[in-house]
């Protein structure tokens, strides 16, 4: 079975950093594209980054260019979002999904974990 | 980046068809054939219930269909149940391996 577990998320202050985590199970984690998409309060989704299976090629919205960094232990089935200079709009609930056969085929996702940046 | 817009809200009774449309602002997204649809139902993690347009997972039931044409693709839930009251976002291409949301549309089924 799939399983998709993040971690990390916490109340942090404007400007901080938070790294998340999402740990994978069920199949064979080196041989897919992984992505985060998240949630702010009373909002839609957003599509935030994506990562190719060996970590080579790495996408960003625009909104968090320079900012987040995706990266991803194969070894350790886990995938990462580094999260720097943190704004109050980056408050949301971040979910790490995988990545099908296409880019837009987000076929399984985790419960995410809350991202809270306030003082 | 480009948006999608989607109707706010549709709504429909038990046993009825709807469709919700997603319209592409952008000419580079529109040429794409990769849209999907995700079912959110609050408090749990989206599913995606249509890929590639029109494809189908295993598990997710005929009655969601998925349609394209020029700048604009379409979910259909026919036969609508009380289970299917969700908000559904629709997921397109962007170029450049990037991909964009929808804004989503809340589905009563009344």
């Known amino acids: 079975e799939v399983q998709l577990v993040e971690s990390g998320g916490g109340l942090v202050q404007p400007g901080g950093s938070l790294r998340l985590s999402c740990a994978a199970s069920g199949f064979t984690f080196g041989s897919y594209w992984m992505t985060w998409v998240r949630q702010a309060p009373g909002k839609g989704l957003e599509w935030v980054a994506n990562i190719k299976q060996e970590g080579s090629e790495k996408y960003y919205v625009d909104s968090v260019k320079g900012r987040f960094t995706i990266s991803r232990d194969n070894a350790k089935n886990s995938l990462y979002l580094q999260m720097n200079s943190l704004r109050a709009e980056d408050t949301a609930l971040y979910y790490c999904a995988r990545v099908g056969t296409t880019v837009t085929r987000l076929e399984y996702w985790g419960q995410g974990t809350l991202v809270t940046v306030s003082s | 980046q480009s948006a999608l817009t989607q109707p706010a809200s549709v709504s429909g009774s038990p046993g009825q068809s709807i469709t919700i449309s997603c319209t592409e602002t952008?000419?580079?997204?529109?040429?794409?054939?990769?849209v999907s649809w995700y079912q959110h139902h609050p408090g749990k993690a989206p599913k995606l219930v249509v890929y590639?347009?029109?494809k189908r997972p295993s598990g997710v039931p005929d009655r969601f269909s998925g349609s394209k044409s020029a700048y604009s693709a379409s979910l259909t839930i026919s036969g609508l149940q009380a289970e299917d009251e969700a908000i559904y976002y629709c997921?397109?291409?962007?170029?450049?391996?990037?991909?964009?949301f929808g804004g989503g549309t809340k589905l009563t089924v009344l």
């Open positions: 590639d347009v029109s």
């Open positions: 997921c397109s291409y962007a170029g450049s391996s990037t991909v964009v």
């Open positions: 952008s000419s580079d997204v529109g040429s794409y054939n990769l």
